[in-house]
């Protein structure tokens, strides 16, 4: 990791992580977390873990009804305060409408991103306690999002959710079933297939896995 320049003005200079480290930092978090909880990795990752990561780094976990307004969908946000832990608060209709469970998954994970990658430099910098708002947009770490922390903290989620190295165990095991190789063309039958095998074995959106296999680089224009 080194300090850049933070062009967006919150703090003086801001992490840049390369790919390789922010998917050890995410992965070395979630399964320590879970043999530790568990006593082994549990995959797909537990909504509960998640919550738990949240309780442990965080101050509280907070669910509130109403965060959407008319211009955006508000799924959650990360409020930081120097010295402190950082408060996540979850829209409530994600914990109540079991067809959004995979949103609410990938909004956990997208909030830990935050607390995991972005407390130490409100400690560091000590800069205002606004919350940082993520809409869907975010939570996918696509070439869409052009906020540093919103992108970290999107492919952060992604990582949580599907470690890399179980990933790339199961994309093996796909492949070598259908005696095929990767990468594939995004919009190919196998594509689709192995978004969908990937989706199920980690309870994640096929829309989630296919950004996910597409940044490991399983699936090309």
Known sequence: MKMIP?????????????????????????????????????????????????????????????????????????????????????????????????????????????????????????????????YWQSLLPTERVVDWMEWQAGYAGGALLMPESFVRRAAAAFFRDRKETAPVKKDSATASALAERIALAFDVSVEAARVRLAKLAYLID
Not at 85 to 113: D, F, S
Request: proline share 5%; with cysteine.
């Open 6 to 134: 933070d062009k967006t003005g919150r703090f003086p200079a801001r992490p840049h992580w390369e790919i390789e480290e922010l998917e050890r930092k995410c992965e070395e978090a979630i399964t320590a977390f879970l043999e530790h909880r568990y006593g082994f990795v549990r995959i797909p990752v537990p909504t509960e873990a998640l919550t738990e990561l949240i309780e442990r780094d965080g101050d509280i976990l907070d669910v509130r009804p109403n965060l959407s307004d008319d211009k955006y969908e508000v799924f959650g946000y990360t409020r930081f305060e120097r010295g402190k832990k950082p408060v996540v608060t979850i829209a409530r209709e994600l914990w109540e409408r079991r067809y959004r469970n995979n949103r609410l998954r990938m909004t956990l994970g997208h909030e830990y991103g935050h607390v995991l990658l972005h407390t130490w430099l409100y400690d560091k910098y000590g800069a205002a306690a606004e919350p940082q708002l993520c």
